[in-house]
């Protein structure tokens, strides 16, 4: 069951930054959960409960965008914050051509995530 206000679902591949933004989203309020993949995410996640997503672009499997792109043609909108570690990754001008995006490129201050995640969910009518 969620609250009202949704829970930010983390999707990145990389253990440690996993638990290191999930950390950071539960001490700045928000309540977080964090997935290794795409595939755990669909398998694991909540339908309906989500309120933001925050995805790896380059994820193994499907990728971050791939994910994105499936849950928008299954009905799904939803603000997502994309992140990545390559600085020379156009995948992120694509990201910023979606509805309610943000893209932020690793590493970044924690500040830069609760701020993109606080527009992101600003952005979007409330549930």
């Known amino acids: 069951m969620c609250d009202n206000r949704g829970i930010?679902?983390?999707?990145?591949?990389?253990?440690?930054?996993?638990?290191a933004?999930?950390?950071l989203l539960c001490a700045a309020g928000f309540?977080?959960?964090?997935?290794?993949?795409?595939?755990?995410?669909?398998?694991?996640?909540?339908?309906?409960?989500?309120a933001c997503l925050i995805l790896d672009i380059k994820l193994p499997g499907t990728s971050g965008f791939e994910l994105y792109r499936s849950l928008e043609a299954?009905?799904?909108?939803?603000?997502?914050?994309?992140m990545t570690a390559d600085e020379t990754n156009w995948d992120c001008?694509?990201?910023?051509?979606?509805?309610?995006?943000?893209c932020l490129h690793k590493p970044f201050p924690g500040s830069a995530l609760i701020g993109a995640v606080n527009a992101a969910l600003n952005d979007v009518p409330s549930r």
């Open 21 to 23: 933004l999930k950390r």
């Open 74 to 82: 299954s009905g799904v909108h939803l603000p997502t914050v994309f």
């Open 93 to 102: 001008a694509a990201a910023l051509h979606l509805s309610h995006m943000v």
């Open 8 to 19: 930010i679902a983390i999707v990145e591949d990389d253990a440690s930054l996993r638990k």
């Open 31 to 50: 309540e977080a959960c964090a997935f290794g993949s795409a595939e755990e995410f669909l398998r694991e996640a909540v339908p309906g409960c989500q």
